[in-house]
């Protein structure tokens, strides 16, 4: 079964669920070799009894279009979640969620999994794109940004701070760097094993 690589950026009023709220979920599903099979996005309506950070309110101030995208045809998380579980278990193949930061993106996303769905079809794992290319350009982890990335991994495609858009775009640079990766490890010759654990 081919592994489904599900790019997701989300969209928030602060740094964790629960006292704060996801208000936008994008995520685009792709394979390897970059084709992009279904796209996912929602906006979501706050969660009862949270609140804005006031520091992320201050910078939602500084992107009204953003703002304006994130907050039209708002849906209950219940549902959407649902939906969202029900559009990843219908793809042809093995969920990986892929973010950048994982460890941001997918804080939210699990969270309302289990807080509205009960489950995660992406069990505890996400992949994290700046790890990925720490281990590719040989670089301390925090030496590593998208602008210390090479130029030849981006797809010319905007960072909008709307969810689904950012999605893509990351989608595609992860995209790019597997295929670069996969193209140097059968240029060393080298075959690398997999090897999946509990819970995988």
Known sequence: MNEIYISTDVETDGPIPGPHSMLSLGSAAYLA???RLST??????????????PRTAAWWATQPEAWAACRKDLEDPATAMKRYVA??????????????????????????????????????????????AMAMLKKDFRRVSKKTMPARWFDPLAHTHVALDDAIEQGALFC??????????????LSVPIVTGPGE
């Open 40 to 53: 996912f996005s929602v906006n979501l309506q706050t969660l009862p009894g949270a609140n804005a950070h």
């Open 87 to 132: 559009w990843i278990r219908a793809l042809p193949g093995k969920a990986v969620f892929v973010a950048y930061p994982a460890g941001f993106d997918f804080l939210f996303v699990y969270w309302y999994l289990i807080r509205f769905v009960g489950e995660s079809p992406f069990g505890f794992s996400a992949l994290d794109i700046k790890s990925f």
């Open 33 to 35: 070799d970059k084709q």
């Open 176 to 189: 790019n760097m597997l295929r670069e990766n996969r193209a140097n490890t059968a240029a060393d010759g």
